[in-house]
């Protein structure tokens, strides 16, 4: 199947700064990509959908000043967390869906960002 | 109410064994698509098998097959013979039509699964 990477794995910061997470396809050009929430042992919640080029839908409830998401090519999309708190914890996961040539039935996900809040 | 519901917060199965995960669905769009998902304790999803609305035959790959009842609206996942490296949390999830934003991806609460000697 094809390949989406996170960056970092996992991350540490002080409450107040601002944390960038990247998601890479790196074997196929990705024209929507999902970013999701989990926290301990609980499912992944949907953030936001974003598209190449466009601003990114997001789910209700999610602050889109705090979760930044920008989508500049068909393989890279980052989610900043602006001004991040301890309650922003969590486990972030990003999934990648192709245009064309793909397959329509299935999303790629990266591996996730750990993100610690202290 | 939820659109996918796994009743099963944990289940326990010998090794070598089969074993079946539930899942049910809610919506009221035909065109819609069932996915399960396993995730290890590292965090990573791996997609297992998928199951389209239209689809007439039962999704097999492997050792996993998903047995698919319509008018009941579940989607249960079947693994058979199972293995020590089983040993996770396995997500039910649905995706509702086939353009645009329905595209997205509703997941279930999980089931998690160990296997035992």
């Known amino acids: 199947g094809a390949v989406v990477s996170q960056h970092p794995s996992w991350v540490i910061c002080k409450s107040g700064t601002s944390v960038k997470i990247e998601c890479r396809s790196l074997d196929f050009q990705a024209t929507t990509m999902f970013w999701y929430r989990q926290f301990p042992k609980q499912s992944l919640m949907l953030m936001a959908t974003?598209?190449?080029?466009?601003?990114?839908?997001?789910e209700q409830g999610v602050e889109k000043d705090k979760f930044l998401i920008n989508h500049a090519s068909l393989t890279l999309s980052t989610l900043t967390v602006t001004s991040a708190h301890p309650e922003d914890s969590s486990f972030y996961i990003c999934?990648?869906?192709?245009?064309?040539?793909?397959?329509?039935?299935?999303?790629?996900f990266g591996p996730g960002t750990r993100l610690t809040v202290l | 109410a939820q659109k996918i519901t796994q009743t099963q917060p944990g289940m326990f199965v010998q090794e070598k064994e089969a074993v079946t995960l539930d899942c049910t669905y809610d919506?009221?769009?035909?065109?819609?698509?069932l996915f399960w998902y396993k995730q290890p304790s590292s965090g990573e999803m791996i997609f297992l098998i998928y199951?389209?609305?239209?689809?007439?035959q039962n999704a097999t790959e492997g050792r996993y097959s998903l047995n698919f009842q319509k008018a009941r609206k579940s989607a249960n996942l079947v693994i058979s013979a199972s293995q020590l490296g089983d040993s996770a949390m396995y997500f039910c999830a649905m995706r509702e039509g086939y353009t645009g934003g329905g595209n997205k991806l509703t997941f279930g609460t999980g089931t998690q699964l160990k296997v035992e000697l």
């Open positions: 974003s598209n190449e080029g466009s601003k990114a839908t997001y």
């Open positions: 999934s990648a869906r192709g245009g064309s040539g793909s397959s329509y039935n299935e999303q790629f």
């Open positions: 199951q389209g609305s239209y689809d007439q």
């Open positions: 919506t009221s769009d035909p065109s819609y698509g």
